[in-house]
Structure formats: C-alpha cells, structure tokens
C-alpha cells in the first residue's frame, strides 16, 4: 500500500508546484498589463478641455526640448460631429514676459495642419513652437485658429498659463 501511496504523493507534489508556477506567470503578466494601462490611462488624462465646434481640445502637456529649444504642446482632438476635415491655420504663444513664439510645425494625427477627424475618436495633435529656451517655464497664452471643412470661418481658440515641463 505504501509503494502506491509515495509515488501518487511525488505526482500531487509535482502537480502542484506546477500549478503554483504557472499562476505566478500569469499573476505576473497580468500585473504588467494592468501597469501599462494605468499609465496609458495617465497619459491620455486631460489637464484641460476647451470644447468648440462640437470638438473637445483636450490638453494633455506643454512639453520642452532644452537642446533643440522648442515646446510642444500636446493635445486629443475628439470631434463629436459626423466625420469631418480639420485644419490648423496658426498658431501663437506668449511667454510671462510678453516674448511671442510662432508655430514651427503642427502634427494632426499623421499629417500636417490638415486631416479628417472622425466621430468620437481622439487623435493626437502636437503644435510645436521653435525658438523657445529653457528659462521659459510658462506660456501665459497658447492661441490656435482653425477652420472645418463645412465652415471657412476661423474660430480662435485660447489655453492660458500653460506650465512647460523641460527635458
């Protein structure tokens, strides 16, 4: 009885250590995953939205680069209309002390100043600013004009005290 008994005993073992294994794998995948949506969740978390047109501008950051002396800021455009074009006609911003900076490029999406935005779907919009140095710490304005394929009338659009996060 006892020869039956150890070599079941030595399966179970096995069996379980097995099991134990592939759980903490799986406990370990699912602790990346969730980690990486946390911080998708984080990065796509407005800190300001302007709504106009029936499209929220989300602001996500005003980011600096010190050696190439820009600032982007970046935003979500989430278009709650039917499908439509969209174009960036300019762009401005001003610094506390009154120093104003013009666009250098605007990224909608993949494309340049104009693309289609598609209903209630975000699409990454980047407006770049050249000539910026790193002492800059604040814009007090970031002003945008734009236009939709239905309208050719320009609307104005303003962030103000924007916090420039250097790297």
């Known amino acids: 009885m006892t020869r039956f008994i150890s070599p079941i005993l030595l399966l179970l073992s096995f069996l379980f250590t097995y099991q134990s294994t592939n759980a903490q794998a799986s406990c370990d995948d699912l602790k990346k995953e969730n980690e990486y949506l946390k911080n998708a ?43 439509r074009d969209f174009h960036f006609s300019k762009a401005v911003a001003i610094d506390m002390e009154g120093n104003e900076y013009e666009f250098l490029d605007i990224k909608i999406g993949s494309a340049s ?34 236009y939709t394929g239905e309208t050719l009338k320009t609307i104005d659009l303003e962030f103000k005290d924007l916090a420039i996060s250097w790297k």
Do not use: M
């Open 41 to 83: 969740l984080k990065i796509s978390t407005p800190t300001k939205t302007i709504t106009s047109s029936k499209i929220d501008f989300n602001l996500l950051k005003v980011e600096g680069a010190a050696k190439e002396q820009t600032a982007s800021v970046i935003l979500t455009l989430v278009n709650h209309d039917v499908n």
């Open 113 to 146: 100043i104009i693309n289609k935005i598609y209903t209630d779907t975000p699409i990454k919009t980047v407006v770049k600013f050249s000539k910026v140095l790193p002492a800059v710490k604040i814009f007090k304005l970031v002003s945008v004009a734009y």
